[in-house]
């Protein structure tokens, strides 16, 4: 849609692309990393292609045998420029298998691009045994290219706010996209039922959400370039000294209790601190 400006703030009036016109006190832009709001407020802010894919397929339990995925019910592989996760889904009805790679090859951004699952495979040319099994059983795999923007207190401005990748698109390295989203939107109706002002709500969202997202996106950065190092003795050395894998080191992310904690500064660890 289009949006008409008066001075600095968006007016109420938004007009949609079918004609439609809706006068509304404020807006919540939550349309994605290709967001058309974020667009219109700050003009030419495409995110940009990472040189990473990501491959994804299902497979049914029932097709695979248990010790591919002993003992936790998921397991993971991560080489020169590639990594792979498989786990359970709906109620272990289904194995869910990504893998991610380093590409020259430009890829769109989208879920429901069809995959050939020879290429996916040659993610990993030379696999080890179980992951050359995992691999072998995928007849129907999809892909996409992985955008990102770079970290931006942008988030909206007035009465108009941006929540989830349409305001802090990050890589799927530590599994934060979503629940990032999802804290956004709870933090963000808290503060709208606290304010009667939208706009000194949206302030008290950007002082206590932006510091927390960009240490996800942050985290994110540091584990794709762990996972995807091109020398593997030093990976494995960095795991052995528990120096370059980010593991261990994220309980700020998952002990984050959005109901207590909603309108209190966040904990992120200088090394993913701004």
Same mark, same amino acid.
């Not at 968006?10 to 990393?33: H, K, P, Q």
């Not at 700050?42 to 248990?66: F, H, I």
């Not at 401005?157 to 934060?176: F, K, S, T, V, Y």
């Given at each position: 849609?289009?949006?008409?400006?008066?001075?600095?703030?968006?007016?109420?009036?938004?007009?949609?692309?079918?004609?439609?016109?809706?006068?509304?006190?404020?807006? !919540?832009?939550?349309?994605?990393?290709?967001?058309?709001? *974020?667009?219109?407020?700050?003009?030419?802010?495409?995110?940009?292609?990472?040189?990473?894919?990501?491959?994804?397929?299902?497979?049914?339990?029932?097709?695979?045998?248990?010790?591919?995925?002993?003992?936790?019910?998921?397991?993971?592989?991560?080489?020169?420029?590639?990594?792979?996760?498989?786990?359970?889904?709906?109620?272990?009805?289904?194995?869910?298998?990504?893998?991610?790679?380093?590409?020259?090859?430009?890829?769109?951004?989208?879920?429901?691009?069809?995959?050939?699952?020879?290429?996916?495979?040659?993610?990993?040319?030379?696999?080890?045994?179980?992951?050359?099994?995992?691999?072998?059983?995928?007849?129907?795999c999809s892909k996409w290219g992985l955008f990102?923007?770079?970290?931006?207190?942008?988030?909206?401005?007035? *009465?108009?706010?941006? !929540?989830?990748?349409?305001?802090?698109?990050?890589?799927?390295?530590?599994?934060?996209?979503?629940?990032?989203?999802?804290?956004?939107?709870?933090?963000?109706?808290?503060?709208?039922?606290?304010?009667?002002?939208?706009?000194?709500?949206?302030?008290?969202?950007?002082?206590?959400? !932006?510091?927390?997202?960009?240490?996800?996106?942050?985290?994110?950065?540091?584990?794709?370039?762990?996972?995807?190092?091109?020398?593997?003795?030093?990976?494995?050395?960095?795991?052995?000294?528990?120096?370059?894998?980010?593991?261990?080191?994220?309980?700020?992310?998952?002990?984050?209790?959005?109901?207590?904690?909603?309108?209190?500064?966040?904990?992120v660890p200088e090394l993913y601190a701004a």
């Open positions: 849609f289009k949006c008409d400006w008066s001075s600095d703030v968006c007016s109420s009036d938004l007009v949609f692309g079918n004609g439609n016109r809706v006068d509304a006190e404020y807006v !919540i832009g939550a349309d994605g990393v290709k967001s058309v709001l *974020r667009q219109a407020l700050y003009g030419d802010d495409n995110p940009t292609y990472t040189g990473q894919m990501a491959w994804r397929a299902l497979l049914k339990s029932s097709e695979v045998p248990e010790e591919l995925l002993e003992p936790v019910g998921h397991t993971e592989w991560v080489g020169p420029g590639s990594h792979f996760r498989a786990y359970f889904i709906r109620k272990k009805n289904l194995i869910n298998i990504v893998t991610q790679q380093d590409t020259d090859k430009w890829v769109e951004e989208g879920w429901s691009t069809r995959g050939d699952p020879d290429e996916m495979r040659l993610s990993f040319p030379n696999p080890e045994p179980r992951l050359e099994k995992i691999l072998g059983l995928v007849t129907d990102t923007r770079p970290l931006t207190d942008n988030w909206g401005r007035g *009465r108009i706010q941006l !929540i989830g990748d349409a305001a802090h698109a990050m890589l799927p390295n530590a599994g934060q996209g979503a629940s990032q989203a999802f804290e956004d939107a709870y933090i963000l109706a808290r503060w709208l039922k606290a304010c009667e002002d939208p706009v000194e709500a949206f302030a008290n969202f950007h002082r206590v959400r !932006i510091p927390r997202a960009q240490g996800a996106q942050r985290l994110s950065a540091a584990n794709a370039r762990f996972k995807h190092m091109r020398n593997t003795t030093a990976q494995h050395q960095s795991i052995a000294a528990g120096t370059g894998s980010v593991y261990g080191r994220t309980d700020w992310v998952w002990a984050f209790d959005p109901v207590v904690e909603w309108d209190k500064m966040p904990t």
